[in-house]
């Protein structure tokens, strides 16, 4: 167990949906990444968030977006869904903002099936 | 585009062999490497790393070796086991950036 939990683990929608994904981060953690993982693809990094902040972004859609809160568990809001947004997605934490030079805690990832 | 490729998608080994997975990038700003598992309907869970100041990093079994003037690095598992039959991803940051770069994986599957 990572300590980071993410919700639901699967979701079914359609076409022109909008979703929200969950993520607790580890305690203590003040980090926050989203990834996505299409079929036979690597981990795309999406987004990173540190004490509530946008720190960096990647490949994300301006379909999606993301948040952190005081709470510092993040949501990702894909919106506008199209088949091709079907993949896992994963959260990652870790205590560092910037300087990567630790590892990242992964979510067991949520399953999103876009019909 | 791809900054970290992972070139072989699968491969098979024999229980007790060494079992070689290779990872090669092309931002040499990297410095900082990581290995992660991950089994199905698991998240990836972080195996063993390397700073860009070391060629070599040894924990039990798994021993990764990086070759900076190659920008390859490759992750040695001796004696393979059924257990470590899993996909592997290879990672790279640099140490001013934000982010870690993902390779796509490959599927290691560990014959008994």
């Known amino acids: 167990d990572s300590g980071v939990t993410q919700t639901p683990k699967h979701l079914i929608t359609a076409t022109g949906q909008r979703v929200t994904l969950r993520c607790s981060p580890r305690s203590g953690d003040l980090s926050v990444y989203w990834y996505q993982q299409s079929l036979d693809q690597g981990l795309q990094f999406l987004i990173q968030y540190y004490n509530g902040e946008e720190r960096a972004k990647g490949n994300i859609l301006e379909r999606f977006s993301a948040q952190q809160f005081p709470d510092l568990h993040s949501e990702l809001n894909l919106s506008s869904l199209e088949l091709g947004d079907s993949a896992l997605y994963f959260c990652a934490s870790s205590p560092q903002g910037t300087g990567m030079t630790g590892e990242l805690f992964f979510g067991e990832g949520s399953r999103l099936t876009v019909l | 585009d791809q900054q970290v490729k992972q070139n072989s998608p699968s491969l098979s080994v024999q229980e007790g062999r060494i079992s070689i997975l290779n990872c090669d990038y092309t931002?040499?700003?990297?410095?900082?490497f990581l290995w992660y598992k991950k089994y199905p309907a698991e998240g990836p869970t972080f195996l063993i790393s390397i700073s860009s100041i070391k060629d070599k990093n040894e924990d039990g079994r798994f021993t990764v070796f990086l070759n900076k003037s190659a920008k390859h690095l490759s992750l040695h598992i001796v004696p393979s086991q059924p257990g470590d039959s899993a996909v592997y991803f290879c990672?790279?940051?640099?140490?001013?950036?934000?982010?870690?770069?993902f390779g796509t994986g490959t599927s290691l599957t560990v014959i008994p």
């Open positions: 990672a790279a940051s640099a140490n001013t950036g934000n982010q870690f770069y």
């Open positions: 931002n040499s700003m990297f410095d900082y």
